[in-house]
């Protein structure tokens, strides 16, 4: 009953002063907001990760021709796997699928008289079950395709786009480089590739046509997808293949590997190394907002302590004990930061909203926001409240009622 | 039979600046009746309103027994003494200390706020019924007379039901009709069967009491009857003017 008394009068007490109450919650809600915006961001970027991690799939490993640092697809000029990689790895236990495929990137394209780029792979029938990746319309390159070496393509969403607009390009022939090619099919729309590139800007072509027809690699694959069975296995089978392919390359010890692997584990540090380093530095300014509004808030509580000495003086007089004057200053603090806390989650929320308009990336407003703004309001409200409460409490009555 | 307020040698000792002491209260002993009215008198500094920071539990006594409703003051906690004033005394000063921007409703409420009552805005506005502002009890302090702030003070006093009313330099603010209507309110209270101490330095109010005990360098240097006590009312019915009409 005492206790809701003094919760009243503290929230009554800040609409006596509206203007001082403002001043003391800024800091907080800047800081509240920026929390709220971050996290947001952070959910945001996590659902792309996941998608991006889906679309490579979490089984997968990608064997790259070439060593050095991770970046996008080996190029066939780079191509240094063999049949007999392919076949090793084929045979390592827990290994579903292999696909090997050339890659090119940036060719340019002809229709007519239309031009664009696109990255251009020649793959195995098997790289739609390795990519779960078929055609909306038409046919996936076939056994057939590959053993006649036929020039014939499947074609991504955006390179249909670019070069047909609305009309059907089922049978129409297009130029790869100066290569004719027939389209027989339409690929599943994708959208990020595992790079973060346009995953639909992208032609199929079959894999020998490739090599030999239009990328002259005969000899080499540039790339490897391979799909296990189960994916808490995909450390072990990496480490397996890696050994694989430095038996089969002949690397002794002290060379490094002439190939990169990579699995989603990989990806995931990746992206988070670039965004990692903007939420590191929001949540700083929001830390920072959160302290110095706590500040402010002491500050102002202790000059309160003492512009109020007369009423302590007289609360304690007419029966408040210690504790009760401890109570209603800490009271006091907390209204000031869990309204400010309301605020700031109100212009974090706009914020958001704002972000949204302007950028497109999707709001994520949940529940966890809702209570990191309350969670972080309370602490600060009785981290920098406590120390003026102890300080009213403290205060002998006479002295104070002088 | 047992006195309300039994102090016995009271003395109080001050250190100022960390060196000087200051002897504020040496040996007083005194006794208070029930239902009494009794005034004390001393120039500033004489020590008087130490006394009462004694007599009120706001502070304990250097050496030196204070009995009140025979329970002995000096081992209580802090917590305790609050509790006492809480229940058994009721404050008036000099400055009001009424709280700003708060109506005289809730400034009445104050006392109640740290009691277990629950019905504390219907007592709130039977105290303040009890001294003529009835129709004030939304009012700001700013919007009062000094008069006015004044008897909220003394309702403030009243919520609680309080043994005694402990009243220091009441009228100290107050021009002479507004203090008369003061003194007025204490008379009836003290008429009504409470114990009224009324700390004062001059003559023309302490003679309003029934028994003025003199306070000296700390030391008690009078303490007599008043034969035929001042009537506060009948004072202001001859002062010329209107008179704020009182229950």
Redesign the interface.
Known sequence: ??TI??TT?AFKGLA??KMRSFLMMVGIIIGIATLIVILSITQGANKKIMARLNNFGPNAIMVHAGGGKMRGPSSVSEANLTQKDLRDISSVEGVRIVAPFQVKLNMPIKYQNQFTTATVMGAMPNWADAWKRGVTKGDFISTEDVELLKKVCVIGETVRKELFADGNPIGAELLIGKVKFKVQGILQKRGASPGGSDFDNLIVIPFSTASRRLMNQPKYIAMMRVIVDDPSHLKKISQQIRQVLRRNHHLSSDEEDDFRLRSSTQIVKMIKGVSGTLHIFLLLIAGLSLIVGGIVIMNIMLISVSERK??I????????????ILLQFVLESLAVTLTGGIFGFIVGILGIKIMELATGTPAVISWEALALAFGFSFIVGIIFGVQPARKAAKL???EA?R | MNKLIRAKDITQIYSKNGSVMVKALQDVSLEIERGEFTAIMGASGSGKSTLM?IL?C??RPTSGEYFLDGENVNNLS??DL??I???KIG?V?Q?F?L?P??DALENVE??L????R?D?SKLAQHALEAVGLADRIHHQPSELSGGQQQRVAIA?ALV?DPEIILADEPTGNLDSRAGLEVIAVFQRLHAEGKTVILVTHAQEIAEHAHRIIRIKDGKIAGDEGVQNPLNARGELENLPGETEVMP
């Open positions: 009953m005492k008394r003094l009068n006596k002063n007369k009423e003086g007289l609360r304690k007089a007419v029966g408040a004990r210690s504790k009760d002998d009555p006479v009622l | 920071n009120g706001l502070a802090d917590d609050a509790k004033r809480n229940r404050f000063f400055q200390h709280l921007r708060t104050l006392p706020l740290y009691s277990e629950s504390i403030r609680n």
